[in-house]
T-cell receptor, first 111, second 112 residues
């Protein structure tokens, strides 16, 4: 059974600083997803990582996948207040779209 | 392009009642998945439907059921509601090729 662990669970950052959120998963996952959730809102898709060594970037966020280490990272560059949200990673292991989510990382960017 | 639409957005029900939630996927998407989000348990997979057939199922009691119609719209039903069923229920749709999953705005269910 796939288990997904994120750390840290809470991250308080100063604007302009860099940081990384880590996502470890227990067994082979076909795909690795990153989502953002604002309070009271739904999940916004950020990245889908499909293969070992995959790296995707959008603005100040960059995600990578190391399937051998069963690790994905979400790197935040020069954080701004608008990035404050909860970030989830999720993996899949079965045929279809059964996503197994991590607990989420609450990110607060302070000015 | 319209996104995933869930109705209703908010519901208040009494213990013991039943409830039906609806999800209309993005046009052309044939896979619909349902998730429950609570502060204590996080995001948990309920079930997935593809071409009117349940393709995957999570670890929820039989009180939780779903179905998918020929137009890919999906409903989930919860019978004999319990206080612990209070949650945000999210629906996600995706193309048949099992790629990116897009989520709706959710239905917030409160059981009193």
């Amino acid at each position: 059974e796939l288990k997904v662990e994120q750390n840290p669970l809470f991250l308080s950052m100063q604007e302009g600083k860099n940081y990384t959120i880590y996502c470890n998963y227990s067994t082979t996952s076909d795909r690795l997803y990153w989502y953002r959730q604002d309070p009271g809102k739904s999940l916004e898709s950020l990245f889908v990582l499909l293969s070992n060594g995959a790296v995707k970037q959008e603005g100040r966020l960059m995600a990578s996948l190391d399937t051998k280490a069963r690790l994905s990272t979400l790197h935040i560059t020069a954080a701004v207040h608008d990035l404050s949200a909860t970030y989830f990673c999720a993996g899949t292991m079965e045929y279809g779209n059964k996503l197994v989510f991590g607990a989420g990382t609450i990110l607060r960017v302070k000015s | 392009k319209a996104g995933v639409t869930q109705t209703p957005r908010y519901l208040i029900k009494t213990r013991g009642q039943q409830v039906t939630l609806s999800c209309s996927p993005i046009s052309g998407h044939r896979s619909v998945s349902w998730y429950q989000q609570t502060p204590g348990q996080g995001l948990q997979f309920l079930f997935e439907y593809f071409s009117e057939t349940q393709r995957n199922k999570g670890n929820f009691p039989g009180r939780f059921s779903g179905r998918q119609f020929s137009n890919s719209r999906s409903e989930m039903n919860v019978s004999t509601l319990e206080l612990g069923d209070s949650a945000l229920y999210l629906c996600a749709s995706s193309l048949p090729a099992d790629t990116e999953a897009f989520f709706g705005q959710g239905t917030r269910l409160t059981v009193v």
